[in-house]
């Protein structure tokens, strides 16, 4: 990311800029029978740790804080990436568990899959999550 300028999120005499990330790896993608199946996604490559550890330092570097959403699947296998996103700053929300739409998925299954991804995104954290954004904004 070198080369990157980070605009600052807070401007006198504007209102302040928000800025929010989706924290899925490259294989979480809806719509795609191959990609969206979670029984293949140990067998792909991981860039996660990599890309947040960098967008972190980045952030740090200008001092600001974002809103990260972690998929519920992401936090339960890098449950360290949640607690230094958290400690350093920033707001760890929900994602989802397993990167579903949610006009896709019943009632009961939008509950289950966000009762299991708040689940792991707390345990990470350590704290309470009270945020949530539905996978390619499919709760309007």
């Not at 209102?15 to 140990?42: K, M, N, Q």
């Not at 570097?61 to 936090?75: D, I, S, Y």
């Not at 990167?99 to 689940?119: G, P, Q, T």
């Amino acid at each position: 990311m070198s080369g990157v300028r980070l605009v600052p999120l807070r401007v006198p005499g504007k209102a302040p800029r928000v800025l929010t990330i989706d924290v899925e790896d490259w294989f979480h993608v809806c719509g795609d029978d191959f990609y969206s199946d979670p029984r293949r996604w140990e067998g792909f490559e991981p860039r996660i740790e990599t890309t947040l550890h960098a967008l972190l330092d980045r952030l740090d570097e200008g001092g600001h804080r974002a809103t990260f959403f972690f998929l519920g699947w992401v936090a339960a296998r890098y449950p360290a990436l949640v607690a230094e996103t958290a400690r350093r700053g920033h707001e760890v929300a929900v994602h989802g568990n397993l990167h579903r739409r949610a006009d896709e998925l019943s009632a009961e299954a939008f509950r289950e899959d966000l009762r299991r991804a708040r689940a792991s995104v707390e345990d990470a954290a350590g704290a309470s999550v009270t945020s949530h954004r539905a996978a390619e904004w499919s709760v309007r």
